[in-house]
């Protein structure tokens, strides 16, 4: 199982939001200077630019591309991606994965992307069982494992996140595996080691973590520690 610290980026610093909320926002500091304590333990970053995911265009890819550069971590990258452009110039600055969320609901521009771009991962982001759109702004009446079902023909690479668990410290969403050979990552409410080995058993192949690392509730390199090199991104 992989470990992928979170970065989440509002107005060209790192927050981190509970259940999604604005205003529940901490500020944590320099994205940079973050990832670069991140850096010596693993090889791939999550990355969120959330006012991206707010406005529904990518506004921090210039941070990005400074974290790229100055540590040579590889980036998985969210927020805001709903055009063919805004993708092509995530992986122009040397994105290893683009995260769609809500445009992956467009199966035209689901299947452009596969086709031109590789490592195109597709977030299922529930809450409540229905997916979470638009920056989980809007609730989608849809069942989150039909859609699945749906994308999963074009789409090989998922993150499961749990909105109503995302921040909130409070550990993960208890599910059955749904899913076949996908990669599938989860993120939203991983607080211990215990919840990690749990997902681990379930059959993910990666987790999202950021809250427990900033709260110092967990610590990055005693947890690659415990799972083994394997974990390292």
């Known amino acids: 199982?992989?470990?992928?610290?979170?970065?989440?980026?509002?107005?060209?610093?790192?927050?981190?939001?509970?259940?999604?909320?604005?205003?529940?926002?901490?500020?944590?500091?320099?994205?940079?200077?973050?990832?670069?304590?991140?850096?010596?333990?693993?090889?791939?970053?999550?990355?969120?630019?959330?006012?991206?995911?707010f406005t529904g265009e990518p506004k921090n890819l210039d941070v990005v591309f400074r974290i790229r550069e100055e540590t040579g971590v590889a980036i998985q990258v969210g927020g805001g991606f709903r055009s063919y452009e805004s993708v092509e110039r995530a992986y122009q600055l040397g994105v290893e994965n683009v995260i769609l969320s809500t445009a992956a609901l467009?199966?035209?521009?689901?299947?452009?992307?596969?086709?031109?771009?590789?490592?195109?991962?597709?977030?299922?982001?529930?809450?409540?069982?229905?997916?979470?759109?638009?920056g989980w702004l809007e609730e989608a009446q849809v069942d989150f494992k039909e859609?699945?079902?749906?994308?999963?023909?074009?789409?090989?690479?998922f993150i499961y996140t749990s909105v109503e668990h995302d921040g909130a410290l409070e550990g993960?969403?208890?599910?059955?595996?749904?899913?076949?050979?996908?990669?599938?990552?989860y993120a939203g409410g991983v607080s211990s080691a215990e919840d990690v080995l749990r997902l681990k058993e379930v059959g993910f192949a990666g987790v999202i973590v950021g809250k427990a690392f900033y709260e110092q509730r967990l610590n990055l390199a005693e947890l690659i520690s415990k799972l083994g090199d394997e974990s390292a991104g």
């Open 106 to 134: 467009n199966l035209d521009f689901l299947k452009l992307v596969t086709r031109d771009f590789a490592g195109i991962t597709v977030s299922l982001d529930v809450k409540r069982g229905k997916l979470a759109l638009k």
């Open 1 to 53: 199982m992989r470990i992928y610290p979170a970065i989440d980026i509002m107005s060209g610093k790192v927050v981190r939001l509970t259940r999604g909320k604005k205003e529940s926002a901490t500020l944590y500091g320099d994205p940079v200077e973050i990832a670069r304590r991140f850096a010596p333990y693993i090889s791939k970053i999550h990355v969120v630019d959330l006012d991206g995911a």
């Open 172 to 185: 993960i969403q208890q599910l059955e595996r749904f899913w076949s050979d996908e990669e599938m990552i």
């Open 147 to 157: 859609t699945f079902e749906i994308l999963r023909r074009y789409v090989r690479r």
